[in-house]
C-alpha cells in the first residue's frame, strides 16, 4: 500500500539481536532457544504458555529472528521505509540482577549499531535493565541519550516485579518523560494458564496471542489509570501494542465502573481534577494498528485520534506458514484494515501509515 506524501513506518517490529540469541542457547527454562530431537532445527520457546510436549513447543527460529539484512529484505518486500526495531519479549527480565546493567548497555549498543548501518531506515526502542534496581535503570535511560537511534524504550508488563502501578516505578517515568522517550508497552505473561482450560495444548498458540496479549496490555494499563500515573507523571507518553488491546472498545466500561466505585469516592478519588480514561487515551497513549480488521482499528482511532495511530507488522512473528519471500498476509491484513477504515490516500491512512511516527518520534533524515 504505497502512498505518496510521507513514508510508510513500521513501529512494531522486533530483532532478536545475536549476542541475545546467544544468552539464549544457553539456557533450558524459558526464554530459550534449543532443537528437539529428532529434529536438528532450532525453536525458540519464550511463553509460558507453550512451554508444552506439543507441536506448539515454541516456534522455528530462522535468520529472520537475528540477521537485520533480513530486516531490511522484509522491508523491501512489503513498502516500509522505515523500521523502528525493538528487542522482542521477555527482554532482560529473566537476567540476574547483577547482570542486568551490563546486558542493557550491550543489547542497546547493539541494536544502535545494526541501525547504523543502514541510515535513515532503522531507527529502535531500547531496552531497560528492569532487574538492575531504580539507580540502574534510571542511569541506562540517561546513558540513551548518546545513542544517535534511540528513540523510546520497549517496556513489558510486569516493570519492577509487581506491575505498572507500582509507585516505585515513578521515578522511571519521570525519566523517560524528561528524557522524551516514550514507552513501547508490549505484552508477554498473558493471563494464568488456568484460563484456558485443558484443551489448551489443542489450540496451538490462538488463546495466549489473540486474547492473553492483549488483555494483559489492557490490564496493565487500567492499573496505571486507577493508580493516577497520567496525573504523578502529566507528560509520560505510552504506544500501546496491538492497537492497546482492549482499551478502545472497554474504555467506556472502565470509566463508567471508576465514576460508580464508592470506594474510590470515599477516598477522594472522583474529584473534579481526576483524569479520565478519554482524557488519557488522547493525551498519553498512542495506538499501533497491528489488529488486523478495521473494525477494531476503527475504534482505536476514534479513541485516541487520527494523529496518534502507528503502522506495525509484528515482525518476525506471525509469518506465512508455508511459501517463502511472498508477501505476509498478516502485514497485507494491517495495511488493508487501514485502507478499510479511511479510505486509500486519505488523510487518516497517511498519517497511520508513517505520518505520525515521522513527528511523534522524530524520524525525519
Ligand atoms: N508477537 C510478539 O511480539 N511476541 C510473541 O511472543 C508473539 C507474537
Ligand atoms: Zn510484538
Known amino acids: 500500500m504505497k502512498t505518496s506524501g510521507s513514508p510508510i513506518v513500521d513501529i512494531h517490529t522486533h530483532v532478536y539481536p545475536p549476542s541475545y540469541i546467544s544468552l539464549l542457547k544457553a539456557r533450558t527454562s524459558i526464554p530459550y532457544v534449543r532443537s528437539f530431537p529428532p529434529s536438528p532445527s532450532l525453536r525458540l520457546v519464550i511463553l509460558p504458555a507453550e512451554d508444552t510436549e506439543s507441536t506448539s513447543r515454541g516456534r522455528p527460529v530462522g535468520a529472520e529472528y537475528y540477521d537485520i539484512n533480513e530486516k531490511i529484505k522484509f522491508m523491501d518486500t512489503h513498502d516500509i521505509d522505515i523500521s523502528v526495531i525493538s528487542l522482542a519479549n521477555p527482554w532482560l527480565d529473566w537476567v540476574p540482577s547483577s547482570e542486568a546493567s551490563q546486558a542493557a548497555k550491550d543489547i542497546n549498543d547493539e541494536v544502535d549499531a545494526e541501525c547504523a548501518k543502514f541510515p535513515g531506515r532503522l531507527f529502535a526502542f531500547a531496552t531497560l535493565p528492569l532487574s538492575g534496581g531504580t539507580d540502574v535503570i534510571i542511569a541506562e535511560i540517561e546513558r540513551l541519550k548518546t545513542l544517535k537511534y ?145 473494525v477494531g482499528l476503527k475504534a482505536a482511532m476514534q479513541a485516541s485520534g487520527e494523529d496518534r495511530i502507528m503502522f506495525g507488522t509484528d515482525h518476525p512473528f506471525f509469518p506465512p506458514l508455508e511459501g517463502e519471500g511472498q508477501r505476509w498476509k498478516s502485514v497485507d491484513t494491517n495495511y488493508e484494515a487501514i485502507k478499510n477504515a479511511r479510505g486509500e490516500g486519505s488523510e487518516g491512512a497517511r498519517l497511520a501509515l508513517g505520518g505520525n511516527a515521522v513527528r511523534v518520534l522524530n524520524l525525519s533524515t
Not at 508490549?186 to 492483549?214: C, K, M, Q, T
Open 150 to 294: 534511540m528513540r523510546g524504550i520497549i517496556l513489558g508488563t510486569t516493570g519492577l516485579g509487581k506491575g505498572l502501578d507500582d509507585p516505585e516505578l515513578i521515578p522511571i517515568f519521570k525519566a523517560l518523560q524528561a528524557a522524551n522517550l516514550p514507552i513501547f508497552l508490549h505484552p508477554h505473561y498473558g493471563l494464568p494458564s488456568s484460563v484456558w482450560g485443558e484443551r489448551s495444548n489443542d489450540y496451538g498458540h490462538v488463546l495466549p496471542l489473540a486474547l492473553g496479549f492483549p488483555l494483559e496490555t489492557t490490564i496493565a494499563v487500567t492499573r496505571m489509570i486507577l493508580a493516577d500515573v497520567f496525573s504523578t507523571v502529566p507528560d509520560l507518553q505510552m504506544i500501546l501494542a496491538h492497537s492497546g488491546g482492549t482499551l478502545p472498545f472497554l474504555a467506556g466500561r472502565i470509566e463508567s465502573c471508576i465514576e460508580h466505585d464508592a470506594h474510590l469516592q470515599a477516598e477522594g478519588k472522583l474529584g473534579a481534577h481526576r483524569k479520565t480514561v478519554w482524557e488519557i487515551l488522547k493525551k498519553n497513549i498512542y495506538l499501533d494498528a497491528v489488529i488486523y480488521g478495521d
